[in-house]
């Protein structure tokens, strides 16, 4: 018994009631004796010998114990609310920390919007500025759900994941997202989509409210179309056998998705590099002689990005394009990235498309389009993620 006491000693718990047990010898926190945990580098107040210091009429100093004692041990005396399921879906890696506040704001009802300033004596000028209605008080459900505009965003997505339900209460609305059944691949989107639509939502309203400019508009194709916006033009060149039957395609998009213009034309046989460099040729120079700037040139050739972009040098063969691009790239305000090749589906779709056809296609409307560029487009227009999946096999052994 003599023999085994240090080990006992570690397994018994002294339950604190007057105090009188060691604060670092005995184990009164049901983690051992605080001797054995206490980090090295933690400063050891030796005038406290007894738990009793710690203890006053009403209980626990709660003050003197998050002071004096390592966190372990804080943590297990200290009471802990009980945590909300909800919560957990507040706050997940992916999304940045300002959203995943602001939705923390708007779940406790902490935004500062008319009626909850009226609940803090505050005095304002009611008037919803979502819809710049004087008669409308600016409430969290008319901003973020009941509202006209609101509403319309909500329906949009909603439909898009097949949810139907009464829009009444904020919070129901976004834990029906959280807890759609759907492909477990989705299941982070559905978690964060409310969290950007709401934010959406907030930087929309604070943008009229302090007076944000109007835009400028041009008539595209018998559609109004905002100059101040930008505009994203996809490319793409297609070359069966490189060198061989070649294509150049390029699609120009507004900001939400609505096509403006598409272009593929069959080219001379050529090698791939020189049918994605006439692509990029056709799109910008469309882009700039029809105002459509600024604009996001997006390519999934890479090299083609770094040819244009300075990083590699010109190969002699695409001299000439390269050039032309570099005039019109000077022109207006145009930028160059790369895409993989799932974002550039309706691009890619079209320059293969031209081959069944002979000379030049030309599409003005989302009417126009085949119906498997129309589901390409759909698809973009909802966000709904691309996943790339490849099956590594275990070689056997030689």
């Known amino acids: ?63 003197k114990l998050h002071d004096k004692q390592p966190r372990s041990a804080w943590n297990l005396l200290r009471k802990k609310a009980q945590t909300s399921v909800h919560f957990s879906k507040l706050w997940f890696k992916g999304v940045l920390f300002k959203i995943s506040f602001f939705l923390w704001r708007l779940w406790k009802f902490k935004i ?48 898009a994941v097949g949810i139907i339900m009464p829009r009444i209460q904020i919070h129901q609305t976004i834990v029906q ?77 507004d900001e939400v998705g609505n096509l403006i213009y598409a272009g593929v034309r069959r080219i001379s046989d050529t090698t791939n590099i020189t049918a994605e460099s006439i692509a990029i040729l056709d799109g910008i120079e469309f882009c700039i002689k029809n105002d459509l700037v600024p604009v996001m040139i997006e390519s999934d050739y890479l090299s083609m990005i770094n040819i244009i972009q300075g990083i590699w040098e010109i190969p002699w063969k695409i001299s000439m394009e390269v050039k032309k691009i570099n005039f019109w790239r000077n022109k207006g305000q145009v930028q160059f990235a790369h895409i993989l090749r799932e974002g550039n ?7 293969n498309l031209v081959f069944d ?22 698809v973009d227009k909802m966000m709904i993620p691309n996943f790339r999946s490849k099956i590594y096999r275990n070689r056997e052994p030689d």
């Open 1 to 63: 018994m003599i023999e085994a006491r240090d080990q006992v000693d570690q397994q018994r718990w002294w339950e604190p009631r007057n105090g009188s047990c060691d604060v670092r010898e005995d184990n009164w926190t049901k983690i051992g004796s605080l001797k054995q945990v206490i980090p090295p580098d933690f400063q050891i107040d030796t005038s406290i010998e007894e738990v009793s210091h710690f203890m006053n009429a009403e209980g626990w100093d709660v003050q």
């Open 112 to 159: 500062p919007v008319d009626d909850v300033l009226k609940r803090m004596n505050i005095s304002i000028v009611s008037r919803c500025r979502c819809c710049l209605n004087p008669h409308q008080e600016e409430t969290v459900q008319h901003l973020f759900l009941t509202g006209e505009f609101a509403a319309e965003i909500w329906q949009y997505y909603n439909a």
């Open 177 to 253: 997202w959280w807890y759609m059944q759907g492909p477990t691949k989705l299941n982070l989107v559905m978690q964060a989509a409310p969290a950007f639509i709401c934010w959406q939502l907030w930087k929309r309203r604070n943008t009229i409210m302090h007076g944000g400019k109007m835009n400028k508009l041009k008539v595209i194709n018998g559609i109004n179309y905002n100059l101040q916006q930008l505009f994203k033009c996809n490319t793409d060149g297609a070359s069966r056998g490189n060198p061989g039957l070649s294509s150049a395609a390029f699609c120009i998009r």
């Open 345 to 351: 589906a309706l691009a890619d779709f079209l320059a």
């Open 357 to 378: 056809f002979a000379g030049t296609v030309q599409f003005h409307s989302f009417a126009e389009l085949p119906a498997g560029a129309k589901k390409i487009l759909n």
